[in-house]
């Protein structure tokens, strides 16, 4: 577990999450072309738990979904 700090909407908030989530997260940030944390404030924003991690994990997991149903080129 990594716990990691950052400011999101003016305040700072920290986050604890196993090392292959911040991986996904930041192959996730790298490919939409935006910082960690943007792509962190855009899961903040979007989500639908009141746990910042948990919304986290449940993009990360959307995203490998996303990733698995795309054809193969």
């Given at each position: 577990?990594?716990?990691?700090?950052?400011?999101?909407?003016?305040?700072?908030?920290?986050?604890?999450?196993?090392?292959e989530f911040w991986a996904a997260l930041?192959?996730?940030?790298?490919?939409?072309?935006?910082?960690?944390?943007?792509?962190?404030?855009?899961?903040?924003?979007?989500?639908?738990?009141?746990?910042?991690?948990?919304?986290?994990?449940?993009?990360?997991?959307?995203?490998?979904?996303?990733?698995?149903?795309?054809?193969?080129?």
């Open positions: 577990m990594d716990k990691r700090s950052l400011s999101i909407a003016g305040h700072r908030t920290s986050i604890a999450l196993e090392l930041e192959q996730m940030a790298a490919e939409a072309g935006q910082t960690m944390t943007a792509l962190i404030c855009a899961i903040d924003a979007d989500r639908q738990t009141a746990n910042l991690s948990s919304a986290a994990r449940l993009a990360v997991l959307n995203w490998c979904q996303r990733r698995a149903s795309m054809p193969s080129s």
